[in-house]
C-alpha cells in the first residue's frame, strides 16, 4: 500500500466533507441545537447538581456532534450522483471512510471544546484532569464519528430516510447511558441495557476527568471505546463494499 497516496486520499476526503456538510441543515440540527435545548429543557428551572449532571451533558454534545455527520455524507452524494464519481477516483472505500470519520470527530472535537469553554466560564465547572479529558474527548468522537458513518452506509438515496433511521437509533441511547440517571443509580434490566450502549463508558471517563470518580475501571472504559470504534469501522466498511457489489 502507498501510504502518502492513502493519507492524502483521507486528507482530501475530510476537507471536502468539511466545506459541504458542516453547515447542512441536519447536522447543525442533531449536532449543535438539538443537545442544546436537550440540556436547557432539563437545567433551567431545577436544582440540579453540574458536577453530577454535566458529564452526562458534555458525553450528550458529543455524542450528537461527532454522529450527526456521517450519516449524512452517503446518502446525499448518492441522491446528488457524486458517490460513483468519487469511487471512480484512485481511493479505496476505507480511504473514503476515515475520510468521513475524521470530518465527523473534528466537528465532534467544535463542538465539544466550545461546550467546554462556554461551561467553565459560565457554570464554573472545575477539571479534575485535563489529560483524561482530552484522551476521552479524542476517543470518543472517533468513536461516535464512526457510528454516524455506520449508520450511513445502509443503502438508502434518500437524506431523511437515513437520518430519521439515525434518530430512531441515537435517541434512545441517550436514555440508557447514565446521562439522566447515574450510574450506580440504575438497576435490573436499565443496568444490563447500559452495558451495551458505547456512551456508558464515555459518560463514565467524564466522570473520572470532571469528578475523580468512576463506575468501572478506567481501563475497561477506554478498552470498550476502542473495541466499538474498531466494530463500528469494520462494519461500515463491510457494508459499503456488499453496496459496491451490489450496485447500489
Known sequence: MNY??????VVVTTEKNIKIYYNKAPVIIFGLLFPLFLFFAFYIGRKIDMSIFFPGFLAM???FAASSVGPLITPWEKQAGTYERLLSYPVSINTIILGDVVAGSIFGLIITSIAIVVSAIFLNIVITSI??????????????ASFGV???????HSPSHIMMFSSLVRFPLIFISGIFIPLPELSGSG????????LTYLVDI????LNGTSFFPL???LLV???FTCSFLLIASLFHKRNMRKGI
Open 191 to 198: 443496568k444490563l441495557l447500559s452495558y451495551i450502549s458505547p
Open 131 to 144: 489529560t483524561l479529558l482530552l484522551i476521552a474527548i479524542i476517543l470518543g468522537t472517533l468513536c461516535f
Open 4 to 9: 502518502s497516496v492513502f493519507i492524502r486520499g
Open 225 to 227: 471505546l476502542i473495541v
Open 219 to 221: 481501563t475497561i472504559d
Open 61 to 63: 454534545v458529543l455524542f
Open 150 to 156: 455506520l449508520l450511513g452506509s445502509p443503502s438508502a
Open 206 to 209: 467524564f466522570h473520572a476527568s
